[in-house]
C-alpha cells in the first residue's frame, strides 16, 4: 500500500533529515492513525536503528523491563550490534545504542526511530532520566543523528516530551500531531486499494470511521457499504468489535475515567461545561483531571468550544469523534453479535436519523472546505451548533451550525444528508425564516446573516429556493482545505 495523504508532514520530516543538524523528532496521535506506516515507508531505507517497545500485559513489572530490554537488545543485534550482552538497564541499552551508531556513522545522517516509546517507560524502569541522558549527553551533539519517536498514548507523550519540565525540557526540535484523514484522503486511500465506493458512501463510512486510515484498511472488493460494516463490526469474530476498548487502552494508563468522560459527553450533542463533567462524573477538579481533557482534545476525541451567544465563561467541551460516537450509539447491537445488522437496518429510520446528526458532525470536521466553497477562507471565524430554549412568550430553535465572521456575516448553515437534490417545501420555508429571524434578533445591527444549505447533491430549484444565499455540497466537502 503506498503513501496516501500526509504531504505538509512528508515535506516536513524531509526538511527535517536535510537540515545538516541533530533532529529530536515527536510525533503523536491516537491509534492506527498511521504514524508507524508513514515513518517506516518514509524512511525505511535509510533507517539506522528501528526499535518498537512491547505493548503492556499483565505480569509482575521486573520481568515486564526485562523484557523491554531483551526486545531492544534484539533490536541492536538486527541493525549490527555484535559482541554484547542483553543490557540490564535502560542506561547500558542506550550506551549500547551509541556503540552501535558509532559503529555505522560514515558521515551521512542517521535516522533513528523509536516506536511506542510511551510502553518502554514501564515503573521503576528508570526510562525517562536514562533517555534524556542518551539524547542530552550524546545524540544531541551529532549534527547527523536525527532521532524520532513516537506513541499513541498521548498522555505519556505530552507529559514527559511535549511538555517536559525536566532534563528533556525545551529539547523537541520538532513535535508533529498526525490527525485522521478528511475525505478526499480517504477517498484516495480506497482508490489505491481498488475499492469502488461512491462519495455518497465514503461519507457513510467517515460517519462510522471517522478518519483512521487503519480501519478503511478493512473495506474490501466487492463488498456493499452494509456488509463490510457488518464484517467490521457485527459479525462474530469482527475485527473492530472490541476497538473502542483498545482505544482508550492505548491513550491511557487508567482508562476508566476517560471513557466514563467521553460516554457523558455522547449523551449530549452539545455537550458540557468543565464544572458539569467534574460533577456528573463524580471526580474533583485537579490537575491529573485537566491532563486528561487535554489528552482526549489532542486525540481529536473531544473539542473545546464557546456556544453561540455565550461567553468565554461558558465554554463546553463535546464529543466529535464519530467512531467513538457510533460505537456508543450501536453498543448493544454490537455486543450481541447482530451478524448482518447493518444490511438489515439499512433503510431504518433509526440508521437515518443517526446519518442526520453524525454527518453534522462531519461537517464540523471539515469546517476549512465549507469557508473555502463559501469564499471566506482567510478570514477567522469561529462555529457552533445553537440551540434556543422557548419560553411562555416564544418559541424555541435549534440551528445545525452557525459560523461567526470577523467580516460580519454570520452563515447560519441547514446540515441535511440526503439521498438526492433536497427540496424546500413550504412547512420547511417557514422553519427557516423563523430561524433565520430569530437569530437575526439577537445579533447587532452590523451583522448580516447568510442562510446556508450544506447537504449532499444541493437544492432542488423551486420557489422557496431563492432565499439560500450560499450552499455547500458534498463534493465540497472532498476538496483541500
Same mark, same amino acid.
Given at each position: 500500500m503506498k !503513501?496516501?495523504? #500526509?504531504?505538509?508532514?512528508?515535506? !516536513?520530516?524531509?526538511? %527535517?533529515?536535510?537540515? &545538516?543538524?541533530?533532529?529530536? $523528532?515527536?510525533?503523536? *496521535?491516537?491509534? #492506527?492513525? &498511521?504514524?508507524?506506516?508513514?515513518?517506516?515507508? %518514509?524512511?525505511?531505507? #535509510?533507517m539506522t536503528f528501528w526499535h518498537t517497545g512491547l505493548p503492556p500485559y499483565d505480569r509482575d513489572k521486573t520481568y515486564l523491563l526485562r523484557d523491554q530490554l531483551q526486545a531492544f537488545h534484539y533490536s541492536l543485534e538486527e541493525y549490527g550490534l555484535k559482541g554484547y550482552q542483553c543490557p540490564t538497564s535502560w542506561l547500558e541499552a542506550f550506551h549500547q545504542l551509541t556503540i552501535l551508531l558509532k559503529q555505522k556513522d560514515n558521515g551521512s545522517r542517521q535516522v533513528v526511530f523509536i516506536d511506542e516509546l510511551p510502553w518502554m517507560d514501564t515503573a521503576r524502569s528508570r526510562f525517562i532520566p536514562a533517555f534524556e541522558q542518551f539524547w542530552n549527553g550524546w545524540a544531541s551533539r551529532r549534527s547527523n543523528i536525527m532521532l524520532i519517536v513516537c506513541g499513541s498514548a498521548t498522555s505519556w507523550m505530552t507529559d514527559n516530551l511535549i511538555n517536559n519540565k525536566g532534563g528533556l525540557y525545551n529539547r523537541l526540535t520538532r513535535e508533529i500531531k498526525l490527525s485522521p484523514f478528511k475525505l478526499n484522503e480517504c477517498e484516495d486511500f480506497l482508490k489505491a486499494k481498488g475499492v469502488a465506493m461512491s462519495r455518497y458512501e465514503i461519507t457513510q463510512a467517515y460517519m462510522i470511521l471517522g478518519g483512521i486510515p487503519h480501519y478503511f484498511n478493512f473495506f474490501e472488493k466487492g463488498n456493499s457499504l452494509a456488509q463490510s460494516i457488518d464484517k467490521m463490526f457485527f459479525a462474530e469474530n469482527a475485527p473492530l468489535r472490541f476497538e473502542y476498548q483498545r482505544l482508550f487502552g492505548s491513550l491511557f494508563t487508567s482508562p476508566n475515567l476517560p471513557m466514563k468522560i467521553v460516554e457523558l459527553l455522547a449523551t449530549k450533542r452539545q455537550g458540557f461545561s468543565r464544572r458539569e463533567i467534574l460533577e456528573k462524573v463524580g471526580v474533583q477538579d485537579s490537575g491529573s483531571f485537566s491532563d486528561i481533557m487535554n489528552a482526549l482534545q489532542s486525540s481529536d476525541l473531544i473539542v473545546q468550544y464557546k456556544p453561540f451567544g455565550e461567553s468565554k465563561r461558558k465554554e463546553k467541551f463535546k464529543l466529535v469523534d464519530n467512531f467513538c460516537l457510533f460505537n456508543l450509539k450501536f453498543a448493544d447491537a454490537i455486543k450481541k453479535n447482530s451478524a448482518q445488522y447493518w444490511q438489515k437496518n439499512y433503510n431504518s429510520s433509526k440508521l437515518n436519523v443517526w446519518r442526520g446528526f453524525a454527518? @453534522?458532525? $462531519?461537517?464540523? $470536521?471539515?469546517? /476549512?472546505?465549507?469557508?473555502?466553497?463559501? *469564499?471566506?477562507?482567510?478570514?477567522?471565524?469561529? /462555529?457552533?451548533?445553537? =440551540?434556543?430554549? &422557548?419560553? @411562555?412568550?416564544?418559541? &424555541?430553535?435549534?440551528?445545525?451550525? =452557525?459560523?461567526?465572521?470577523?467580516?460580519? $456575516?454570520?452563515?447560519?448553515?441547514?446540515?441535511?444528508?440526503?439521498?438526492?437534490?433536497? %427540496?424546500?417545501?413550504?412547512?420547511?420555508?417557514? =422553519? !427557516?425564516?423563523?430561524?433565520?429571524?430569530?437569530? =437575526?434578533d439577537r445579533l447587532p445591527g452590523k451583522k448580516t446573516v447568510h442562510l446556508t444549505m450544506i447537504t449532499t447533491f444541493g437544492l432542488s430549484p423551486n420557489e422557496y429556493s431563492g432565499q439560500i444565499q450560499s450552499l455547500v455540497t458534498l463534493d465540497d466537502l472532498f476538496k483541500d482545505e
Open positions: !503513501l496516501v495523504g #500526509r504531504k505538509e508532514e512528508i515535506k !516536513l520530516l524531509e526538511s %527535517l533529515y536535510s537540515s &545538516g543538524n541533530a533532529e529530536f $523528532v515527536a510525533m503523536y *496521535g491516537r491509534r #492506527r492513525v &498511521g504514524k508507524t506506516f508513514l515513518l517506516g515507508e %518514509l524512511f525505511r531505507s #535509510r454527518f @453534522e458532525e $462531519v461537517c464540523f $470536521v471539515h469546517i /476549512q472546505q465549507i469557508k473555502k466553497a463559501l *469564499g471566506f477562507s482567510s478570514v477567522s471565524s469561529t /462555529q457552533s451548533g445553537w =440551540i434556543l430554549q &422557548g419560553s @411562555e412568550n416564544a418559541s &424555541g430553535t435549534q440551528i445545525d451550525m =452557525i459560523i461567526e465572521r470577523s467580516d460580519n $456575516v454570520v452563515n447560519l448553515c441547514e446540515i441535511k444528508y440526503y439521498g438526492k437534490q433536497f %427540496l424546500i417545501d413550504k412547512s420547511y420555508d417557514e =422553519i !427557516l425564516r423563523n430561524r433565520l429571524q430569530t437569530l =437575526i
